[in-house]
């Protein structure tokens, strides 16, 4: 379930079946994502009067069926389990450290409220 969403001369995909969890629906792991890396050269340098329009007319005609892609799934019932198969995927495709390895053993809390550290 894909649909651009469109800024002038730029087209990103929303990718609704990823964001389900904050639309308190389940999450399932969402398929591979496309990117068109041609809609990624494309820019509004010299391009000041350029018909945006008919640039990306098969877009916005996407857009205007965008209600035929809603995401559905049923409801999140409880909180997620840690073996859930979703989220065993997230943990194996996510960088949740951002710290280079060499360094973690030296990175501390710094409490500036009694709830800030666990």
């Known amino acids: ?3 651009p969403l469109i800024y002038f001369d730029i087209v990103e995909w929303h990718q609704s079946e990823r964001v389900l969890r ?3 629906l ?13 809609l990624h050269f494309v820019d ?3 391009r000041h009067k350029y018909d945006w329009g ?4 098969q877009y916005i005609t996407l857009w205007g069926s965008r209600a035929e892609c809603i ?4 409801p999140m019932v409880g909180v997620m389990q840690f073996h859930d198969p979703y989220m065993e995927w997230y943990r194996r495709i996510t960088r949740r450290l951002i710290t280079p390895p060499l360094h973690r053993d ?9 709830s800030d550290c666990y």
């Open 54 to 57: 008919a640039f990306h007319a």
């Open 44 to 46: 509004r340098r010299g």
């Open 26 to 38: 389940q999450q399932g792991i969402p398929p591979s994502c496309s990117i068109e890396l041609d």
């Open 106 to 114: 030296q990175m501390r809390c710094i409490r500036r409220h009694s």
């Open 1 to 3: 379930m894909m649909s």
């Open 71 to 74: 995401a559905t799934a049923p």
């Open 22 to 24: 904050q639309f308190g």
